[in-house]
């Protein structure tokens, strides 16, 4: 099997009609962590197939996209409600997705409590 890389993906688009086009691009290939914030697993083709495809819907001189690579073992911080038990990300192929964004085995989960203390 290839081995496949971890990514978070976020942007700043200042076009609503680029925003769209880039936003609905990126959910055909990766999971949608927040408003403008993705995570995918990617072979090294794949992510360049998205990349260029992602080139291809901005404005290089207004529009703000980067991705950054995801390390083996994250350090994952959460302030808030976790996810859902049972709760399956993308096609199952890559369980490493699932256990960064729940905080599983792979991530070092802390959770921060909010001044409220809840």
Do not use: C, N
Not at 34 to 52: D, G, I, N, P
């Amino acid at each position: 099997m290839r081995h496949r890389r971890v990514w978070l993906i976020g942007y700043d688009i200042a076009s609503p009609r680029r925003l769209r086009r880039v936003a609905a691009w990126l959910e055909k290939h990766a999971i949608r962590v927040q408003y403008s914030l993705f995570l995918a697993a990617w072979t090294e083709a794949e992510f360049a197939r998205v990349w260029r495809g992602v080139a291809e819907r901005i404005d290089p001189r207004r529009d703000d996209v980067r991705a950054w690579p995801v390390p083996e073992r994250p350090d994952v911080v959460v302030i808030g409600a976790p996810l859902p038990s049972g709760v399956v990300f993308g096609d199952g192929r890559h369980p490493l997705l699932g256990e960064i964004l729940s905080g599983g085995p792979a991530a070092g989960l802390r959770r921060v409590r909010s001044r409220s203390g809840r």
